[in-house]
């Protein structure tokens, strides 16, 4: 037997909004086995992917994985999208922001725009803002980049989401070139939290210990 092949159709000739259709098993989705009703667990499913500019015309598509991007219980869950050699596509080869000159990527975000999307207001854009504001103060800046889309999950419309660059260890190769990074987390409300993204906390503990036991003032201490 082939691998399953899945395309969309898009009925209308034109939108606003560059479009994402996201299709999969419902129970990949829904149900006891589905992301949605296990958002919490950080638990992944395979999807297709396709992606539309705002004329209909297809500009890419693969088999990637998904899974729920930082769980709440708003009904509009954001969504992480994985490209990975288990499904068959190691990345995705197209230049989906206009202002980067990054050509490829391994991660995507959609973004509901958390606050800023479900509560009163719903601007759906002041992250996105806070961002593109901070690169604009200095081009050295480190940002994510985004844009509006238009996402249908299974031929259902699922609203607008904010699509982003995921800030992992592929966003420091793409963006900087660096593939051997400690990528680090602590969990703000938890103290002595350790999560890896990448790497380890060797450096890291050794550059603490320095600094605690070395005066800062003395320039060559500083220097280090």
């Not at 500009?59 to 709440?72: L, M």
């Not at 479900?118 to 002041?126: A, K, W």
Request: glycine share 6%.
């Amino acid at each position: 037997p082939s691998r399953i092949a899945t395309n969309t159709l898009i009925e209308e000739e034109t939108f606003e909004l560059d479009v994402v259709s996201l299709v999969t098993e419902s129970s990949n989705m829904w149900g006891s086995t589905g992301i949605y009703d296990n958002r919490f667990s950080g638990v992944e499913k395979p999807i297709h992917i396709e992606y539309f500019n705002a004329a209909g015309d297809l500009q890419f598509e693969i088999d990637g994985g998904v899974k729920i991007h930082a769980p709440d219980s708003r009904p509009q869950q954001s969504l992480r999208l994985y490209a990975r050699s288990i499904y068959g596509d190691t990345q995705i080869d197209y230049p989906v922001f206009e202002g980067k000159d990054i050509d490829w990527y391994k991660r995507l975000v959609l973004r509901n725009a958390a606050n800023d999307g479900q509560q009163l207001g719903r601007t759906h854009f002041r992250d996105c803002m806070a961002h593109e504001i901070f690169s604009e103060i200095d081009s050295d800046n480190i940002y994510a980049d985004s844009k509006p889309v238009n996402v249908f999950l299974n031929g259902e419309y699922w609203g607008i989401y904010n699509l982003r660059e995921r800030q992992d260890h592929h966003y420091i190769n793409t963006n900087f070139g660096y593939d051997d990074v400690d990528l680090l987390e602590r969990t703000a409300t938890t103290s002595d939290t350790r999560d890896e993204q990448a790497g380890d906390w060797e450096n890291y503990d050794a550059m603490r210990d320095f600094l605690m036991e070395n005066d800062l003032a003395n320039e060559e201490n500083y220097a280090v």
